[in-house]
C-alpha cells in the first residue's frame, strides 16, 4: 500500500483552516486503519488523530481536539485531516500512516510504531 499525504506547503496565518488528504493507493485499501502525526523541528513524532478501517471510531489527541477532526471518503480512498483556528505550535511536517486491521478492531492506534506504512509528510506552517 502507498499513501500520499498533500494539503500543506506555503504559510498559514493563525486562526486559519487547512484541510490535508492521505490518499491510499494498492491493494485492499479498505482495510486499513489511518493515522496522522506531526513532528516538529527537534521534537518526537505525535500522534494528532486516527480513524479506524470502518471509519466507526475516530480519536483527536487532546493537544488539537476542539480545533481538528478526522474524516474518511471510502469511495476516493482518502482519509483527510481538518485543522481549524490554527497556532504557530501546529508548525511542523504532517504524516498520515496506515495499518492493515481487521473490520471489528474499534479502537484507534496511537502509537508510531503500530503504523507499518508512512505517507512523505506535507509541511504545515503556521505564522502571523
Known amino acids: 500500500v502507498q499513501l500520499q499525504a498533500s494539503g500543506g506547503g506555503g504559510l498559514v496565518q493563525i486562526g486559519g483552516s487547512l484541510r490535508l488528504s492521505c490518499k491510499i493507493s494498492g491493494p485492499s485499501t479498505s482495510r486499513y486503519a489511518v493515522g496522522w502525526f506531526r513532528q516538529a523541528p527537534g521534537k518526537e513524532r505525535e500522534f494528532v488523530g486516527g480513524?479506524?478501517?470502518?471509519?466507526?471510531?475516530?480519536t483527536i489527541a487532546d493537544s488539537v481536539k476542539g480545533r481538528f477532526t478526522i474524516s474518511k471518503d471510502s469511495g476516493k480512498n482518502t482519509v483527510y485531516l481538518q485543522m481549524n483556528t490554527l497556532k504557530p505550535e501546529d508548525t511542523a511536517v504532517y504524516y498520515c500512516?496506515?495499518?492493515?486491521?481487521?473490520?471489528?478492531?474499534?479502537?484507534?492506534?496511537?502509537?508510531?510504531?503500530?503504523?507499518?506504512?508512512w505517507g512523505q509528510g506535507t509541511q504545515v506552517t503556521v505564522s502571523s
Open positions: 480513524i479506524t478501517r470502518s471509519g466507526g471510531t475516530k
Open positions: 500512516a496506515a495499518k492493515q486491521t481487521i473490520l471489528s478492531i474499534s479502537s484507534v492506534y496511537t502509537d508510531t510504531n503500530e503504523y507499518p506504512y
